[in-house]
């Protein structure tokens, strides 16, 4: 049978029962391969193709999964794959003995093999392995198809990473460029005289940035204790401490949404030098992105997604008022603030007009500006509003030493010369507690132990924060954080096997399940429309079943999510909606929705949305309950509601 297609679930059975019959055969023939504990290999496939005239006729030990079998009667080829490559190999009965070849030919596609046999080159130059002995070492119960259908589904290749890498070889590669561009910044900091150090992941604050933790809790101590989402306040503490140049390099957990670009815990490099400032961190950052690109892109021309930079260094610099009026028009260094916001608000904002000039200058900045920063470019001095542990500058309180800086469109770290006067930063906690207090729920806690360290003395610091992931996503042209992830987080998927016992007593009876019972004794609805609206005009409404093709969180939109619509024309339909507060976009892709195809296009967040999606809201216990109306999936897209 050919194993090299996608197979059917009950094929898939069937191949299952096959392979584990074969390894019952083994155990009862004392050829156990599971009981064998280590193999002594003499060379790599990589090193073998590297070094072929050093290994021509040479006897070498090898071994690898076998990806390929072509069985030709008394002689045979298959291709193993080691962590280095593929390397085909030669069997015969000949020189195998009709036994040993009889079990080689019992093999299946996936099992682990030890290859023992000379090399040489076939008629057609390639480099094989002549086997003498083979031993099987491994036995795999599970078929690999060709090409995992987890390529058509992502979720499935992310959920299924082993098999991705297994039969992707290019997936692995990115994985290795991640491991090369984490050990070049520890090379060139470690060269700078820097000293990589840990800090706790577990605190009783959540500080050093402006985002919402993960929640745990202390058995022994019984107190709540906070996932960390930054290193930056301990890091701080080691420079007051007297060490004058610390780096560390570790996960970060924030527990907010997920998309192309973000996923709960995700990995950063901080690093802080005393006697420096943002400007030394701009030099920081472009040594290290170069450095990198270098190891792994061989060169500073780089591609992402179709769009071509070069990291050559000096990297373009504009101050946010600078970028601000470069790419809208608007002047934030001589315009008036309420012209200012009328303005920005008739280009698609919704400020009020008592809104303070930083908050007005970051947020058009968000909104207009970033989406236009192919970079690399520096972004400076950003309000000190949305700044709440970087130095004022001297010339514009307004203003802190701070950047950001882009590639690509997308931001990939951020520095500052570091805030060192405990008086402000006291005052800056204490806003932050007011807007904690106002319902922002990522403002930064008071850290009281953070200001004694300053009230010591902190010397003028520079710090700079950069996404490993994000870093990796460039380098390595992936577009998603997932790609660069190895087992980025998932929603849990109830597999059969539980649904199945579920409903079945201890001895294997079908029991058939209560329906759930619901409370809806504390439910309030919306009370019903008294005005009629007649048939013609109702009948106007076009309501269709849609199925999403594809759903990710809209950038710089906590609400929003943007769906893509199989809605039966053929064409792809775009729909935001703004329920990510309940739904995240993995669990959406596939479902059939309902949706109005008929609405004139709106614009948000700088996308049309064509139509809208059905959902059922209620409040419950004073909160807000949506449920966006999903349905049978064998209705078909396109289907019209009456």
Not at 120 to 147: D, M, N, R
Not at 251 to 275: C, K, S, V, W
Not at 420 to 425: C, M, T
């Given at each position: 049978m050919d194993e090299q297609k996608e197979l059917t679930e009950s094929e898939t059975l069937e191949l299952v029962k096959i392979r584990k019959e074969k390894l019952s055969s083994l155990v009862e023939a004392g050829k156990n391969p599971f009981e064998i504990t280590t193999f002594d290999r003499t060379a790599t496939t990589k090193e073998i193709k590297e070094n072929f005239e050093k290994f021509?006729?040479?006897?070498?030990?090898?071994?690898?999964?076998?990806?390929?079998?072509?069985?030709?009667?008394?002689?045979?080829?298959?291709?193993?794959?080691?962590?280095?490559?593929?390397?085909?190999?030669?069997?015969?009965?000949?020189?195998?003995?009709?036994?040993?070849?009889?079990?080689?030919k019992k093999l299946d596609i996936g099992d682990i093999?030890?290859?023992?046999?000379?090399?040489?080159?076939?008629?057609?130059?390639?480099?094989?392995?002549?086997?003498?002995?083979?031993?099987?070492?491994?036995?795999?119960?599970?078929?690999?198809?060709?090409?995992?259908?987890?390529?058509?589904?992502?979720?499935?290749?992310?959920?299924?990473?082993y098999v991705d890498l297994i039969v992707n070889p290019e997936v692995k590669e990115v994985f290795v460029k991640r491991s090369k561009i984490i050990s070049t910044i520890r090379e060139v900091l470690d060269k700078k005289g820097f000293i990589e150090v840990e800090t706790p992941v577990l605190n009783t604050l959540a500080g050093g940035a402006n985002a919402r933790p993960f929640i745990t809790h202390h058995n022994t101590l019984d107190i709540d204790m906070y996932m960390r989402i930054a290193t930056e306040l301990h890091l701080k503490r080691c420079i007051v401490g007297g060490f004058e140049k610390v780096y560390e390099?570790?996960?970060?957990?924030?527990?907010?949404?997920?998309?192309?670009?973000?996923?709960?815990?995700?990995?950063?490099?901080?690093?802080?030098?005393?006697?420096a400032d943002y400007h030394d961190m701009m030099d920081i950052t472009e040594e290290l992105f170069t450095a990198a690109a270098n190891k792994v892109c061989g060169g500073l021309d780089i591609n992402y997604q179709g769009q071509q930079i070069s990291l050559k260094r000096p990297w373009e610099r504009l101050t946010m008022v600078e970028a601000v009026k470069k790419y809208t028009g608007l002047d934030f260094e001589k315009g008036n603030l309420k012209e200012l916001i009328k303005k920005a608000n008739d280009m698609g904002l919704d400020m009020p007009s008592d809104t303070s000039w930083g908050n007005a200058l970051y947020k058009a900045f968000d909104t207009f500006v970033e989406e236009k920063l192919t970079g690399p470019v520096f972004i400076t001095d950003y309000p000190v509003e949305v700044s709440p542990l970087a130095k004022k500058k001297k010339d514009d309180k307004r203003l802190t030493e701070r950047f950001e800086f882009f590639l690509f469109a997308s931001e990939g770290g951020n520095a500052?010369?570091?805030?060192?006067?405990?008086?402000?930063?006291?005052?800056r906690f204490e806003q932050q507690m007011l807007n904690k207090a106002k319902g922002d729920e990522e403002a930064q806690p008071?850290?009281?132990?953070?200001?004694?360290?300053?009230?010591?003395?902190?010397?003028?610091?520079?710090?700079?924060?950069?996404?490993?992931?994000?870093?990796?996503?460039?380098?390595?042209?992936?577009?998603?954080?997932?790609?660069?992830?190895?087992?980025?987080?998932?929603?849990?998927?109830?597999?059969a096997r539980g649904k199945d016992s579920d409903?079945?007593?201890?001895?294997?009876?079908?029991?058939?399940?209560?329906?759930?019972?619901?409370?809806?004794?504390?439910?309030?609805?919306?009370?019903?429309?008294?005005?009629f609206v007649d048939f013609e005009t109702f009948s106007k409404s076009d309501f269709r079943a849609v199925k999403v093709l594809a759903c990710e969180a809209v950038p710089k939109s906590k609400?929003?999510?943007?769906?893509?619509?199989?809605?039966?024309?053929?064409?792809?339909?775009?729909?935001?909606?703004?329920?990510?507060?309940?739904?995240?976009?993995?669990?959406?892709?596939?479902?059939?929705?309902i949706a109005i195809v008929n609405l004139p296009p709106r614009a948000m967040m700088g996308i049309d949305s064509c139509g809208m999606l059905i959902s059922a809201v209620h409040s419950e216990e004073g909160k807000t309950k949506l449920h966006l109306l999903m349905v049978d999936n064998r209705i078909p897209a396109g289907a019209k509601l009456y």
């Open positions: 021509e006729n040479q006897t070498a030990v090898v071994a690898g999964r076998l990806m390929s079998k072509r069985i030709m009667g008394k002689a045979s080829f298959a291709h193993i794959m080691d962590g280095d490559g593929k390397l085909q190999g030669y069997f015969s009965r000949d020189d195998l003995g009709e036994s040993e070849y009889a079990d080689f093999i030890g290859i023992e046999g000379f090399i040489f080159k076939t008629k057609t130059e390639e480099i094989s392995i002549h086997a003498k002995k083979v031993t099987l070492l491994a036995k795999s119960l599970l078929p690999l198809p060709e090409k995992f259908h987890g390529l058509k589904d992502p979720d499935q290749r992310f959920r299924r990473r390099l570790g996960r970060q957990f924030r527990n907010e949404g997920m998309d192309t670009r973000h996923n709960p815990e995700f990995t950063t490099i901080e690093l802080y030098q005393a006697y500052f010369s570091e805030l060192n006067d405990p008086i402000d930063q006291r005052a008071y850290d009281e132990d953070f200001c004694n360290a300053l009230e010591y003395g902190m010397p003028p610091t520079g710090g700079l924060g950069i996404g490993i992931d994000r870093m990796v996503m460039f380098l390595a042209d992936s577009a998603s954080i997932r790609d660069v992830l190895l087992f980025p987080t998932m929603k849990p998927l109830k597999e409903n079945k007593t201890e001895e294997g009876a079908d029991v058939k399940s209560e329906p759930e019972k619901i409370d809806f004794s504390k439910v309030e609805i919306e009370p019903l429309f008294k005005e609400k929003l999510l943007k769906f893509t619509l199989d809605d039966g024309s053929g064409e792809s339909r775009t729909i935001l909606s703004g329920i990510h507060e309940y739904y995240e976009p993995e669990e959406l892709v596939g479902k059939t929705c």
